[in-house]
């Protein structure tokens, strides 16, 4: 019986995260969580699962309250909330279904605690990867992606020789204004960037899925997921998002996940470990699948990828000030404070003003994000 901490109940990987466990109660015990500003469903929670003991809420007022209303369970709030919870909790997996920065410490001390980590946050790795893969490395932990490209790659990566591998696939639907001719994004506006073809997600993520920062992201991820380069990585434009990764091998020919979009997938390949029955297809062209529409990647349309993959090589700062600007840009985006091109722009020039620091400390990182959100702010 694994014992569950998740960190997110209340968004969407959260939710369909617990729908895997109510499937799967003889296997998975919820025994912890967080929740954003969505604190109203903390009482359904903590009746539907019996063994939480601890809970995380954004507002330090309200946790008193449910303190006094619920004196057999633990709560955390405030700035070092979500830290404290994943140091005291007794847990053996951390679901990180966070959004944002705010889920690169869990990420490492659930690693540093020798948890199994099951991750959807991105930012963890985009602005903690040198610090969670030294963790990996000297046998902390175990880390499981929950992204549906990652967990594809993952699969395909499981069924062939490493040294049969050309590159990685990761394959992008383009987001909402994927057929928006490139004169009129400026004009842009939230509520078109919205409207995402195939996948329904939270807001933010759903921006970062038309800037196509999220595959910029993604590319940093299988860096330092399975160790293959820049020049070992390639996004395809993919419309159904029916193909969710693919591994090119050198013969020519592809190994790749296929299937209807749905996260709970990927959730329950990470939450099992992998140990899941799952079939591949094997085929000597993309052509093959008569379902499906493929086009090139268009480095001059999708400027944050292209951004994502500069920063990655030049070293850890550039990233996390990718990171942090980006968030600042995308919720000044969706509150019309600025315009879509506008995130670029401010994105890129905190990048530039950012010294390089290969490999930062925690409270390096910690900082450079901090200056970095105040710059993006200024901009």
């Known amino acids: 019986m694994k014992k569950v901490l998740l960190l997110g109940a209340s968004g969407s990987i959260g939710s369909q995260t617990l729908d895997i466990i109510d499937k799967n109660l003889d296997k998975f015990s919820l025994v912890a969580f967080s929740v954003g500003k969505r604190s109203n469903i903390i009482p359904d929670l903590l009746k539907k699962y019996p063994a939480v ?11 008193s309250i449910l303190k006094d209303k619920y004196p057999n369970i633990n709560f955390y709030s405030g700035e070092l909330g979500l830290r404290e919870i994943t140091e005291k909790t007794d847990y053996n997996m951390c679901v990180d279904a966070l959004v944002g920065f705010a889920g690169m410490e869990p990420a490492v001390i659930a690693l540093q605690r020798n948890k199994i980590l099951c991750l ?3 930012e963890a790795l985009v602005t903690g990867g040198t610090i969670i893969n030294k963790l990996l490395i000297e046998g902390h932990g175990k880390l499981y992606p929950i992204d549906s490209e990652h967990v594809a790659l993952a699969k395909c990566l499981s069924r062939v020789n490493k040294d049969d591998v050309k590159r990685l696939v990761i394959t992008a639907s383009g987001g909402a204004l994927r057929n928006m001719p490139l004169a009129e994004l400026k004009n842009a506006k939230a509520e078109d960037a919205l409207k995402h073809p195939t996948w329904n997600m939270g807001a933010k993520i759903t921006i970062d899925s038309a800037t196509m920062m999220n595959k910029g992201f993604e590319i940093i991820e299988a860096y330092y997921l ?4 820049l020049d070992k990585i390639k996004v395809l434009m993919h419309d159904e998002s029916l193909v969710h990764s693919a591994v090119e ?9 296929y299937g209807k979009p749905d996260m709970h997938v990927p959730i329950e390949y ?15 062209t993309f052509d093959e699948l008569k379902d499906c529409h493929f086009h090139e990647y268009n480095p001059a349309r999708y400027l944050m990828t292209e951004l994502a993959k500069k920063c990655l090589s030049l070293g850890a700062s550039k990233m996390i000030a990718l990171n942090a600007a980006n968030e600042v ?7 019309n404070k600025i315009g879509y091109l ?3 722009r401010i994105v890129s020039t905190v990048v530039e003003h950012t010294a ?7 409270e390096e990182i910690k900082q450079i994000d901090k200056a970095s959100r105040m710059e993006a702010s200024r901009l």
């Open 329 to 335: 840009a995308v919720y000044r985006f969706l509150d």
């Open 270 to 284: 990470a939450m099992f470990e992998g140990k899941v029955d799952f079939d591949l297809m094997h085929v000597k």
């Open 342 to 344: 506008d995130i670029h």
């Open 53 to 63: 003991k601890d809970v995380y809420l954004i507002n330090e007022k309200e946790a």
């Open 226 to 229: 399975f160790g293959y380069g």
């Open 249 to 257: 091998l050198k013969d020519g020919t592809f190994v790749l996940d």
């Open 356 to 362: 390089l620091n290969k490999e930062p400390s925690l």
């Open 120 to 122: 959807a946050n991105k």
